[in-house]
């Protein structure tokens, strides 16, 4: 996961790790909500997540250079083992905006362009990954030789590379640690390159576009969260746009965040 917070149509990536034991999903006004975790946890999420209080040096949501990774091996699942039901194969989508896709990163080809993308300033000021390429590589590879609750991709909308996305399992991620998580909840982490994608409401488009891809592609998953820095105003605004619903305001290691979620439930009414 990204260091910091990115945006979507200020070039600014939508989530990134939680710091803190609130309750996040609290309804504002006092009464019970439906997202207060109130169920026996998987055995794979307790596992998982004992490996992570394990790794030494790891900072919470901390995908860059220097963290340490997690021996995922030892907690009962494989390393290689597809946890985000095959994001490879989610295929095309049919947007307002053309058709969209996502393909896992490949170093070789797609490194360069990240890279430049990462080095935008509106960009760096966020991510934090600036820098020679093998800043980038570093932080792309960590993800590459997981276990797969990460995958790193390139969106390209009509054949054409034009956004950077890590789908990844947040329920199986540090972040878990910070919120009332679910079996099977997925993150996502977007970042759109080119200054002239940005601010027309393409994030949005592509964000409703992704997120419903996923709950569809994966059953077992009742949501989708992301979580963009407060003073973010354009992630936050893409993401209400994109069908998200602002579950709460939370203090973070780095910043202050919106946690953003889009529920199965409530898809077609957002």
Request: aromatic share 6%.
């Amino acid at each position: 996961m990204p260091p910091n917070d990115a945006s979507t149509d200020a070039g600014i990536d939508p989530t990134a790790s939680l710091g803190t034991d609130t309750a996040l999903d609290a309804d504002p006004g006092g009464e019970d909500s439906e997202d207060t975790l109130d169920l026996r946890l998987p055995a794979e999420f307790l596992a998982l997540f004992a490996a992570t209080e394990e790794a030494e040096g790891e900072a919470v949501g901390d995908g860059g250079e220097g963290a340490a990774l997690p021996a995922w091996s030892a907690s009962g699942v494989a390393a290689g083992d597809d946890l985000l039901d095959h994001v490879v194969d989610w295929g095309p989508i049919t947007t307002a905006a053309g058709v969209f896709q996502l393909v896992p990163v490949r170093v070789e080809l797609d490194l360069p362009l990240i890279s430049r993308w990462m080095n935008d300033p509106a960009v760096a000021a966020f991510w934090e990954l600036a820098g020679p390429q093998s800043v980038t590589k570093e932080h792309v590879r960590a993800q590459l030789v997981g276990d797969g609750r990460s995958v790193p991709c390139v969106g390209k909308l009509d054949g054409t590379r034009m956004s950077y996305w890590e789908i990844y399992r947040a329920d199986l991620d540090p972040v878990a640690r910070h919120y009332p998580a679910r079996p099977h909840d997925t993150g996502i982490h977007l970042l759109i390159g080119d200054v002239s994608d940005r601010g027309r409401g393409l994030a949005s488009t592509l964000l409703r576009a992704v997120a419903d891809r996923a709950l569809e592609r994966r059953p077992a998953c009742a949501r989708v969260i992301a979580e963009p820095d407060m003073r973010n105003t354009p992630s936050v605004a893409a993401f209400l746009s994109a069908g998200f619903r602002f579950s709460a305001e939370v203090d973070l290691p780095a910043k202050r965040a919106a946690l953003m979620v889009r529920d199965r439930a409530l898809r077609n009414l957002l």
